[in-house]
């Protein structure tokens, strides 16, 4: 046989082959479908993204409709819109209005008061503030934490970290989502924000910002690749490998976008070069878009294995939004939401949050268990530190006796049904300074919220106290703190009582380790 005729051959083969290969693997997968004894889970995490930042209409008007407002005409969002119409979407969800504290909440089921993570944590030095609690968690989860992570491993899950981890300083075992239950981590270490999310620029490695180069993407080093894809190609990667082990797999996916550096994503920079708003405005919706994509990208993927049918994805912002355009404590960055990520007001810890099945099939046996109507809106208020419970309770995970959980079930809300068991509230203490806003605790009951700022300052309005009626003033317009001073003592003793029962820091006095706890008024 000549060289020719042989190479020509092998060619044949192969292409002959390829269907065979592609055949057999549906087969596998259909098998796996059938057989499969928990749901796959899918938590994607979006770094510094706000309820606003999207063309989804999380906000309802009067009769409990979704309300579109300028940005949801700005931001480019598909694979959103794709997730939330086959799902359901809730828009009175809450994160801490900084990073570390919800990425903690989300493996422990803890509120950031109780597992005391109360910042976001500085990777090199101890950033309590001056008058911040000497004692708080700047260590971050340890190694004998109780985490999502390591029960679902514990029970054959296969356990895949992708992205910014976040969840404890250089040299302490938080930094290496390894040591907290995960068998793969790609990309995850100490800090949040990215060196680069370019390819060409190494992703920060040998530039200025290298303590923050994102690690284990050599590859994809001097390509013109933009971060936000290649942990996409990773991740669906990874999802493969899962698959090919025959193991339900928990993915938790969580993008540094839209975290800054604001580099602009070129794949959509003209999407927004004619918007009028400013170049870091602009980089940013591209963030979003690219962010978007991946999204998109990874459903698909999920589809092409053959498991999206037996796949529950959690999607959702990690706090308020960090969009560049305008004010912190205005109506700006997240409008008509007030403030933005740091800030005491709605927009910085009002986050997206969508539940759906990648593929809905109401005759798929997971999804009869838990049947998420499609495009429905919910408005009850839940909160980060839900997701450890229900997605345990929904891969029939057992949580230690001895772990305390702050965080409530959402199987009941996830199925478009009010849940009468739950209390409308929220709890966010941040005793830390200096952000957007510092030293100050928010507490949210009913309609009703109250703000203690423990070191009254300009942005508090020269007081301890600011009261909002969400119900009739959802843009916190309004305090009421000084005209309703019964409602005022009421909420100020839920918020005494909340923070005691979380066992919660409080700042300290300056010059002292004494702490200032909250006053009643």
Not at 83 to 109: D, E, H, W
Not at 197 to 223: I, M, N
Not at 367 to 389: N, R, S, T, W
Not at 496 to 519: D, F, R, T, W
Request: aromatic share 10%; charged share 20%.
């Amino acid at each position: 046989m000549s060289s020719h005729f042989s190479r020509v051959f092998q060619r044949v083969a192969v292409f002959c082959l390829i269907p065979f290969l592609l055949a057999v693997s549906v087969q596998a997968a259909n098998f796996q479908n059938e057989t499969q004894s928990h749901p796959n889970i899918v938590v994607f995490l979006v770094d510094d993204m706000g309820v606003m930042d999207t063309s989804v209409p999380f906000l309802t008007d009067a009769a409990g409709k979704p309300k579109r407002y300028p940005l949801n005409d700005y931001y480019i969002t598909p694979s959103m819109e794709r997730l939330a119409k086959q799902g359901i979407r809730f828009n009175q969800f809450y994160a801490m209005s900084v990073c570390s504290p919800t990425r903690i909440s989300i493996m422990t089921g803890q509120n950031a008061a109780r597992h005391r993570a109360t910042n976001w944590i500085n990777p090199a030095k101890n950033n309590a503030g001056p008058q911040g609690p000497p004692d708080w968690n700047w260590e971050g989860l340890k190694k004998d934490d109780v985490t999502l992570s390591r029960l679902l491993q514990k029970a054959g899950y296969r356990t895949i970290h992708v992205g910014k981890g976040h969840f404890g300083a250089d040299g302490f075992p938080g930094a290496e989502p390894l040591n907290l239950g995960f068998d793969v981590n790609i990309a995850g270490a100490s800090f949040g924000a990215p060196g680069s999310y370019y390819g060409e620029k190494k992703f920060g490695h040998g530039t200025r910002r290298a303590h923050h180069a994102v690690p284990h993407l050599e590859k994809y080093h001097g390509t013109d690749i933009f971060l936000t894809e290649a942990l996409t190609i990773e991740a669906n990667a990874a999802l493969a490998g899962a698959v090919k082990a025959d193991k339900p797999f928990y993915l938790y996916m969580s993008q540094y976008a839209v975290h800054a550096p604001f580099d602009s994503d070129p794949r959509f920079a003209a999407h927004y070069k004619d918007s009028g708003k400013s170049k870091k405005a602009q980089a940013f919706a591209t963030l979003i878009e690219g962010m978007d994509k991946s999204l998109g990208d990874i459903m698909n993927q999920l589809d092409a294995l053959g498991v999206a049918e037996n796949t529950l994805i959690f999607f959702l912002g990690d706090n308020g939004s960090d969009a560049p355009l305008g004010h912190q404590h205005e109506v700006a960055c997240a409008a008509p939401l007030r403030g933005k990520k740091g800030a005491h007001y709605e927009g910085g810890m009002r986050v997206p949050f969508i539940a759906a099945w990648a593929k809905p099939n109401p005759n798929n046996r997971f999804q009869k268990q838990l049947p998420i109507p499609a495009g429905v809106i919910q408005p009850q208020v839940a909160a980060v530190q839900d997701l450890f419970p229900t997605i345990l309770d929904i891969t029939e995970v057992k949580i230690p006796k001895k772990h305390i959980v702050d965080g409530k079930f959402l199987n009941k809300l996830l199925l478009g049904k009010p849940d009468k068991s739950r209390q409308e509230e929220f709890l966010m203490h941040y005793p830390h300074s200096p952000h957007r806003s510092s030293y100050f605790t928010t507490y949210r009951m009913g309609d009703w919220k109250v703000i203690y700022h423990y070191v009254p300052s300009e942005e508090s309005e020269g007081s301890h106290y600011q009261l909002y009626n969400l119900a009739k003033d959802p843009f916190e317009q309004n305090n009421l703190a000084k005209s309703e001073p019964k409602k005022l003592k009421r909420l100020m003793r839920a918020l005494i009582a909340s923070m005691e029962e979380h066992a919660a820091l409080y700042p300290v006095e300056k010059g002292s380790s004494n702490p200032l706890k909250p006053q009643m008024p």
